[in-house]
Nanobody, 119 residues
């Protein structure tokens, strides 16, 4: 089992910045990608960004200019730096860890952290 604990959410004015953190604990062996997803009220959960254990990154096209994902493998922690925040970035942000198994892969999710951007 892998436990994911997110932190860093909150209320910020438009144009501001926030940094989210997600620490993985437990059986963290063979965690491949880690990443962030978000879900706004009434909408489906969507990809924000993911990063591999080797540092390769993938972003949602609309966010790549403002958001930066990074990872500290020694700490099993992934970060999301969010700049120039907009009201439409308001959502619950979920951390994800994808673990390699002998039979495939398994996804773990954090409990989510609320990000609210006021106009």
């Amino acid at each position: 089992q892998v436990q994911l604990v997110e932190s860093g959410g909150g209320l910020v004015q438009a144009g501001g910045s926030l940094r989210l953190s997600c620490a993985a604990s437990g059986n963290t062996f063979n965690i491949n990608t880690m990443g962030w997803y978000r879900q706004a009220p009434g909408k489906q959960r969507e990809l924000v960004a993911v990063i591999s254990s080797g540092g390769s990154t993938h972003y949602a096209d609309s966010l790549k200019d403002r958001f930066t994902i990074s990872r500290d493998n020694a700490k099993n922690t992934v970060y999301l730096q969010m700049n120039s925040l907009k009201p439409e970035d308001t959502a619950v942000y979920y951390c994800n860890a994808n673990q390699l198994r002998a039979w495939g892969t398994f996804d773990y999710w954090g409990q989510g952290t609320q990000v609210t951007v006021s106009s």
